[in-house]
């Protein structure tokens, strides 16, 4: 099963939406940092700081991206890039695993 | 904020109860193990193999320890041991982010 080594983790979760999204910080001896996040059924609003790529592990989702006004469907082994200092918004069908890099 | 840190991570997350309760695993150096994990209210019962140390790093629970028929209010900060073999049941109070530790 593929894994990250050699890796730093905040042993504090990031909680989301009640808990309805949680996420652990994965931080990589090059500086880089990655979270490794759950999401339950449900849509969410996120903010983007970094430019970031997200990759799913195993779900199914909707996703309207920033200057677009379709829904886009995406599932596990499926990823999608969001813009630096952007919105974009999930619409979680079932529980979601996914990985989401932060690109300085 | 703590932190592990020389450590692996499994990418994919370990999914329970539908994804009311998920965990990822952490490999450390020595070979031990152990989970930082995240559980929604509701009431789970989980089936242990070696002795656990759970540690509630946030949130609100109760729980029933195996050879006890007396609930045990548990909150962020504190913990507690299962043995090996053995069954415990939660009931989760509030949104609860915890740290297991698997004892050889």
Partial sequence: MPEFNN?????????????N??????RFADGSVKTL?????????FNTADKELMEIIDGELDVLLPGT????????GQAFDVPANAKFTVNIKTATDYCCSFIK
């Fill in 7 to 19: 890796v730093s983790v905040v042993k504090k979760a990031n909680v989301y939406f009640g808990g």
């Fill in 21 to 26: 999204v949680s996420s652990r910080t994965i």
């Fill in 37 to 45: 996040g759950f999401m339950l059924p449900g849509e969410y609003i």
């Fill in 69 to 76: 006004d379709a829904w886009l469907s995406v599932s596990g």
